[in-house]
Each structure stands twice: as C-alpha cells, then as structure tokens.
C-alpha cells in the first residue's frame, strides 16, 4: 500500500482548481466513463478509482513493457485516460468489500459506472440503495442503451453502437461500405455528455443540497452528434445522402492531391465571395462569369467538374504552399497532416502536455482544451498502479487506522 502524497487540487498561485474538494468514485472501464472521470481528475477533483486484483481495468491488461509509456503494468492509453486518478481494490464480491465501497459511496460527491443495466444492483450499489446514505450524492450511470427500455438489456461497444444509430451510413460516399468513425468515437461522446451532466447536477446541488440520478444512454448520446441530418430527413421525407467530404452547405468542398507522395489539402468554400476569392487565386477570374459557378447550387451540381480542376491546380504546389496562398486570398485551408506532424508542430504545446511518470519516464498526453482565467488547470499526474493508494484513500476519506485497515483487510475486503 502506497502512501504517496497526492497531488493538490490548487495552483502555484494558491488559486484553487475548479472541481477541488469534489470527491469521485470511479467504478467505470475501459474508455467512456474512465474518459469521463479524467477530465474531473483534469478539473481538480479527487478522482479514486475502484478495480480488483483479478479484474483490473481491460484497458490495463498488458503482456510485457508498454511499447510507448515504459510501464509493464499499464499501457499507454491507459495512462493517459486515467492519468491524475488514485486506485483501490475492493473485493465487491464479498460482504466486507461491499460495505467498504458502501462506506466510500456515502462519503463521495459523485459516482460514475459504465457496467452493462445491472451489475450495479447485483452489486448492491446502485442509486436507490446509496441514496438514503447519502442524499446529496450525484450518480451517474453510461450504459450503452439506458436502464430502461427495450435495449437495456444489450451489451454495446463503440463498433456495434456506430452500426446500431446508423452513424456508419451517415459517413463514406454513396457507393461506400458502412464506414465507422475510427478512434472510439461514442466513448467520447458519451464521456463529454456525462461532464455536461455533472456539472448541471452539481450546480443544482448548490442550490438544494440534493443529489441526482444521472442515466445516460450512449446511444442517445452518438445520434445527438448528428441530429441535423435526421430533422433534414423527417422533414424532405427523404434519406439523407452519403456526401463523403463533400458539403450540403458549402461548395466546392473536398481533399485535394498536392505535389508530392500522397500530399493533400482541404478546402472548403463558404460563400460567394470566397469562391470569387478561389478562382482569383487559380489564377481562373473567367469562371466568374461562367453561370455554372455562380451560385452554391450551380457548383454543387457541377462538383465533379470543380474538383478537376480544383486539383489540377493544387497539384502544383506542396500542401503547405496551396495552405498559404489561400490563407491569404481569405479561403478556408489547411493541409492534412499525418500525426506525427500533429505531434512535432508548432502549435502542439496547446494540445499536449508532458506526462512525467516515475514508473514510465516521460510521454506526451493529450490536455485540457480551454483555459481558465481564475481557476487553475493543473498539470497531470501519473497514472495510478493498481491498487496503489488503498491506505491513502481510506485514511482520508473514512479516517481509518492502519489497524482498522489492516482488519477490513483480513475481512476479505481488499484484494
């Protein structure tokens, strides 16, 4: 047991972070409800996250040394979601561990647990039961489909929830397969509505001193992302086309081959007034008075036509430099960058910030992406070992002894 000194939740100035002193029991897994927790760790709040020996986190589970973070327990992404947490182990199984988390619930300000509908009341730790503990508790539930309705009972994961909204035919072109959107994209989504939720749960608790039931289905959350589409299709009675990176708004819109080894550049053009900007810059001012190009609709219709010579303009020219002369004529620009260009470049101290781990050396984690002007970010801390702080947290939220920790311990409690 680790009695590693936490961090403090107040910055060099003295100033204190925005969710200092918010207590958060962590039961969540893999990335939606962890993701979520860490951007609370991110605010200041003190974030404990609950695991057991023998079922850790997935996202934890690693054969050998990590290629990336260093550590043979914890993998890169896993250092980086759950990075600014402490860990405890508790044995849920067993009557002792049971009342140990109950005794952590009644102290907590917030829970968050992204289990199938279920577990949690198998558990004995859903809302309805810690609520009489602790009636100022905000308890927040991510379950694929909710705790009601005819889906609550499916077991969901990013791929299946992607199919499952219909997102998948909402991205690609026409005559595309299904095409998801990589990188875990509802986990996020989903972890994001959840601080939405929290801090609205946490300003009504300002008020009345009572907690919430938070039950947030993440399939609700990914057709959100996307409700244009379907009050566009309610109201045309139509199905929404697969426009691939083309635009119902905006035309010309595309990726344009550059000079170079798979080089490209996006453009999108916005207005009018920007098209005459385009044209200017091609050095094309006859289009001007070509009555195809006069209107969005009319380029929308001769697309095809557009991107043609669009591209064989811009394959003259490196990304960089069709970039910067279309900065400069006003339209919108940039060139495609591959990651690693995202990771080196100029303006990556505003995305990222290092991550010292005394296990793991130093990696790069992705930062918090706003400033505040009276309350401080703070830096992350490392990602927790397993277990590492079960002494520290039941000292100091339950004020256990050494000895009453060492006999919850014997009770089976801990693992």
Known sequence: MSEKKSRLAVGSAGQAAPLAGIRVLDFSHILAGPFCTRLLADFGAD???????????????????????????????????????????????????????ARLAQVADIIVENFSAG?????????????????????VSMSGYGHSGPRQDWTSMNMNLQAYTGLMMATGSENDPPIAISNSWNDYIGGLHACFGIFEALSERAKTGVGANLDLAQFECSVATFGALLVQSAVNRTVPPRMGNRSLQYAPQGVYRCAGDDQWCAISVQSDDQWRALISAMGQPAWAADPRYGTHLGRSRNHDELDASIESWTRQFEPAEVERRLKAAGVPAERMRRIREVVKGPDASQAFVPLEDPKGGSMLATGVPFRFSLSPVLPPAPAPALGEHIGEVLKGWLNLSDAEIERVDKEGALV
């Open 47 to 101: 974030v404990v996250k609950v695991e057991t020996a023998t079922r850790p986190d997935r996202t934890g589970v690693r054969k050998g040394p990590s290629d990336t973070g260093g550590r043979s327990d914890r993998p890169a992404p896993y250092l980086n979601t759950n990075r600014s947490k402490r860990s405890i182990t508790i044995n849920l199984k067993t009557e002792a561990g049971y009342h140990l988390a």
């Open 119 to 139: 577990v949690m009341t198998r558990l004995k730790l859903d809302y309805e039961r810690l609520r009489p503990l602790n009636p100022g508790l905000i308890y």
